[in-house]
């Protein structure tokens, strides 16, 4: 089957999936748990086969990491599926509707956006994710995972349809996209047939397919994360939000990465910071300022403001003013999320509306910033882009709108 | 000063913008508004050198007409920017707002874009009325209008900057972009310093930015709208209605192109209709069984239920049921808006939650589908795509949203 066909099965498929009714969702979501659950000796023996083909090939340790599947992450994957069903349906809200002058009736109310295509990185699970997010959204998804884990997601995606079929929908709405290179360019080209695409993995893939695709595709991008320690901060809770933030999880993207110090609290703030900091077993990296408030911080070197660490590191700079902070905010933030600790009114309010960013948080962690935190049940990533989705995604994000207008023969006078 | 310059430029007076309160952006209009009414003899005059350039290399009178400014036409503009003053301010609406289970308040706030750029076609009062829809946002813009108007745009933006100082904001939140293709294709790949490009014209331009660009892109596309006769229609309704959409305004986007109607109401319908139609001077183009109905009935050719005709023209169709009727629209339509006339409760309901396009109406006309119509005060396109915006865009469309949190020290627990 070419490129062209599976998405037009997509597509097909999306139009059943246009009307299907919350409980008709459901009921396909929980059989596709069943076949999954079913199916976890074939999955797991398809993915000791990738893991073999990508130990031949030197794959390293961390990549077969994220490759890996357990009888535990199947099983995980399946309830996954089973916790969407138990989430609302976001198809049908009415967004906001008033009568016209006239007297007829606008609604402007939440559809399907149709087909979305998904480029991910090594890991199989998302493949199970991402496809009961798309269709508990009412979309039809083309799921291009990697190479490496071909074996694993041709397992998945085979239980998933099996699912689909045994529930009375049909199987098109979950696709397995394979070839190579071709596959990938297809998808991109493919404007009128996908929807939307949203790559997920590394700033590579993500540039490639931003700058390449014709078809609307969501930035899940990278998280330079700042927070600023205030004049008036309360030291204690800064120092808890940044050990937090930091070190709950440093991989992430919204980890902390760079601390701004104020100057008139830095005396005391630097010291503090960095000492705790190095308890915890993270290394500070700071300009000429901070380095001389605290023997313990390495001296930053160029471009450090800039990249993510993702490890136990930090970077930190003292900084004149709050307008200082905002500028430095402004130059090198990715646009995730920036936090500011304060007791004050003032400088709460200007952080907030100053900073350009997916979540501005006042006197909080920046870990809070995750579809989970927010209550959103599922999450297909986080955006920081600022056309049609800001922040963490949930099924909501996955919908468009349609105005509905109703009259009883109305026409246009002028 | 290059292109680069001027959108750092434009980045930079964006940032004040976010900012700006609702009494100093309508101080703004109203001073933008102040300056281009005294400046009317200096734009009358570039326009009429636009004008006779434009005739010595054999513009067509339509294309000169679009041109052509008036003392009413720019004295429009002015009020254009008074009203909207008068409108509310999009920015710092609250989205909705909820608390954590740690207690950490949640809030997603409009907030604007940062830089807009629009690439629109001969007309120059649309310099004007972008620069305010993109100023009463909170955005600055990048307006990038024909060579053809490079005077008259000229003229215009000297005035809006004009005013823009005077009530002590930055010029550079109004940005007349010159340069041949180049510059265009400097805006298309704009991606960090431009948040959003809408091109506004032809399909060639539209499809042109739509494919070359790598900054997001509003499509505010065509317009080949549908209406369906169901078998339980009123005939008297489906008339009024299809001459109203059809000859109202034939050349706008809402405008009817194609009107399907039901076999088992063609007998008494198409007569009807077509002899209405025929009375009004439109020219009806139908399939043999409408030919077969009405001797009147032109055949319609290869593709003439692709295009949008914009003209006195109307293509016809007997379809065999309602089924029939989805079909065709989901092969030809271009997503804009789709209309039924009906008696039939299931058959409105299935009409406006099968059919996949920005409006969807029951027995009213398509050409209520506008941001004028719809209340919104100000338009600056109708978008045919299903990411950000659908449908009429007024101001809220040229908005993104941020999440704000704010707590009392609360740190990420699991």
Redesign the interface.
Known sequence: MTFQEQARAAKAAS?VL??LDRAGKDAALAAMAVRLRESTGEVLAANAADLERGRASGMTEGLQDRLRLTAERVEGMAAGLESLAALGDPIGEVVRG?N??QG?R?E?VR?P??VIGIIYEARPNVTADAAGICLKSGNASLLRGSSSALESNRAVIRALRSGLVDAGQPADAVNLVEGGHEATQEMMGA?GLV??LIPRGGAGLINAV??GS?V?VIETGTGNCHLVVDSSA?L??AE??V???KT?RPSVCNALETVLVLRDVAESAVPRLVGALTDAGVTVHGDERSVALDAAVVPAGPGEYDAEYLSMDLAMKVVDDLPAALEHI?EHSSGHSETIVTGSLEA?RTF???V??????????S???DGG???FGAEIGIST????A???MGLTEMT?????????????LG
């Not at 960013?357 to 962690?365: F, I, P, Q």
């Open positions: 139009t246009r009307r008033w016209t002058d007829v606008i402007q559809v956006l149709g404007r929807d939307l931003v700058s014709s609307p309360d204690d809770m808890a939000i050990l937090n933030a709950q402004a709460a907030q509306e100053s350009d960013a997916a979540a501005v948080l006042v006197n909080c962690s870990r809070f910033v935190e927010f209550g882009q600022k056309m049609h800001r922040g963490p468009s709108t349609s105005y509905r207008l109703v009259g009883t023969g109305q026409v246009r």
